[in-house]
């Protein structure tokens, strides 16, 4: 087993106070309970067939939302020796809220049919939301100080899923070209080659910072939400989708390069 195997079974076995899964619990029940109540507007603008396939799609967003919350709140921590927070506070509750509103959108990649105003404007409004969340939820962490790994780890999840979610409902609802999936995917595929690779034990080294990654996603979250936008024109959004995705998927090939260990930047094995 790896360092890093290690590390990450230290981590799921971490002891959670009760009253923290007590408050997780708590968010997941919420988060389910707007969703269903949001699903009432839904059926109201447009009838019980579209607020049923939205729910639906909706609810398996929000289901990998809170596996994400749930299996990560032992990090609910500001550094590895400390003890594990009671409380969730303010910053990560945003965090959270992005990720439903995520996966609201993510509903929208089920609904066969789209009639008039309101789900016209509704993915790229709630993405729009969880976008500008993003900047937010670390503004709160730092001014409040309660910074934790848990609220890192949200994050960079959330921030993932919500491409993902955005992308796949634009596709589906026409307005983003399909090729653009590559971009929701493409971290999922690099996560995933990268486990397949330390299971080979093959060598894998670390990913030196690069401030360009952070840039490139949030050049990608603008894009969507402008794509979903509906008065933007289809050639906008085809002409976005290849000046905003192609510089992130050769990112991620820079990437690969680095932690196979074929570019010499990489200089620590993990």
Request: overall charge positive; proline content about 6%.
């Amino acid at each position: 087993m790896s360092d890093a195997d290690i590390a990450e079974e230290n981590r799921r076995t971490e002891t959670v106070p009760p009253r923290l899964v007590r408050r997780t619990r708590a968010v997941v029940a919420l988060a389910f309970g707007l969703t269903a109540l949001a699903a009432t507007g839904v059926r109201t603008d447009a009838g019980d067939a579209v607020a049923g396939q939205w729910f639906a799609g909706a609810s398996v967003g929000l289901a990998a939302v809170c596996w994400i919350l749930v299996s990560n709140r032992a990090e609910n921590r500001a550094s590895p020796g400390d003890a594990v927070g009671s409380t969730l506070g303010p910053a990560n509750a945003v965090t959270v809220g992005r990720g439903v509103l995520s996966a609201w959108v993510l509903g929208f990649a089920v609904v066969a049919v789209r009639p008039a105003e309101f789900d016209a404007w509704f993915p790229a409004l709630a993405y729009g939301v969880a976008v500008v969340s993003d900047a937010l939820d670390g503004a709160v962490a730092r001014a409040l100080n309660c910074e934790t790994r848990l609220g890192e780890r949200l994050d960079v999840e959330y921030d993932a899923f919500g491409l993902l979610a955005a992308a796949t409902a634009g596709v589906v609802g026409g307005v983003v070209p399909w090729p653009y999936l590559a971009v929701g995917v493409a971290r999922y595929a690099f996560v995933a080659a990268r486990a397949v690779r330390r299971r080979r034990n093959r060598p894998v080294f670390d990913l030196p910072p690069r401030r360009s990654r952070r840039v490139l996603a949030g050049l990608q979250m603008a894009y969507v939400v402008v794509a979903l936008a509906p008065p933007t024109p289809r050639v906008v959004a085809v002409t976005g989708a290849a000046l905003c995705g192609l510089p992130l998927l050769l990112g991620f090939v820079r990437d690969w390069l680095l932690v196979t260990g074929r570019r010499t930047d990489a200089r620590r094995r993990r």
